[in-house]
């Protein structure tokens, strides 16, 4: 597609259940990243993928998070046990490889609205 | 010290007024320098990029200090559609580093 396809938009779950997000990068992108946003808040860096390189995960917040991407392309964000301080909106953002300047910066998606109940 | 600072702002400022947000960074060899806009319960899209030259994009000029390690985003003649949080963000390029993003500056423009 022409964008970066995040899905679900939205997503309410009990607390204690799982959940995985996916997130669909821009065709040809092969740097991805995950973050979150908690309402008025600022983007939380959670995890970034790069190629083939093994994937810089500093900044999950627990092991109940881990991400995965398939083929240099899906990323599938999973949560387990989700607790109520994990609502948040979760977005996805790709871009062409990291190493080279490149005016277009980042492209994200419109996000998973995540809500723990 | 954070990797990328920003003022959190709010400035409230009316419109046509000129409006100036600086960044500060704290990796000298940052490579690639943006500012993005983010509307409320929508995701951040790029606004401009910023280069060594700096760069203007109608009533936007974006500025880079590499001596001082900041980026500075100016709107003039500001309109109510300004009204967002400008977030400053910075790429190293290389080594493995991943691109940082700023807590961003709220912006409210006035009638």
């Known amino acids: 597609g022409a964008g970066v396809s995040q899905s679900p938009s939205n997503k309410v779950t009990e607390k204690g259940k799982d959940v995985e997000l996916r997130c669909d990068p821009i065709?040809?992108?092969?740097?991805l990243y995950w973050y979150r946003q908690s309402l008025g808040q600022g983007l939380e860096f959670l995890i970034y993928?790069?190629?083939?390189?093994?994937?810089?995960k500093s900044g999950l917040p627990s092991d109940r998070f881990s991400a995965e991407r398939t083929g240099g392309s899906v990323s599938t964000l999973t949560i387990q046990r989700t607790q109520q301080e994990d609502s948040a909106v979760y977005l996805c953002?790709?871009?062409?490889?990291?190493?080279?300047?490149?005016?277009?910066?980042?492209?994200f998606g419109s996000g998973t609205r995540l809500t723990v109940v | 010290r954070k990797e990328v600072e920003q003022d959190p702002g709010p400035f409230n400022v009316p419109e046509g007024a000129t409006v100036a947000f600086n960044c500060t960074y704290s990796?000298?060899?940052?490579?690639?320098f943006f500012w993005y806009r983010q509307d409320c319960r929508k995701e951040p899209k790029l606004l401009m990029s910023?280069?060594?030259s700096g760069n203007e994009d109608g009533r936007f000029t974006a500025q880079l200090n590499r001596a001082s390690q900041y980026i500075s985003l100016l709107i003039r003649d500001s309109k109510l559609s300004d009204s967002a949080t400008y977030l400053c963000?910075?790429?190293?390029?290389?080594?493995?580093?991943?691109?940082?993003f700023g807590a961003g500056t709220r912006l409210f423009v006035k009638a």
């Open positions: 953002a790709s871009s062409r490889s990291q190493g080279i300047r490149h005016p277009e910066g980042y492209t």
């Open positions: 065709s040809g992108h092969t740097a």
């Open positions: 993928f790069q190629g083939n390189s093994a994937p810089d």
């Open positions: 990796n000298s060899a940052s490579q690639s």
């Open positions: 910023v280069y060594s």
């Open positions: 963000v910075v790429n190293p390029g290389t080594g493995g580093f991943k691109t940082i």
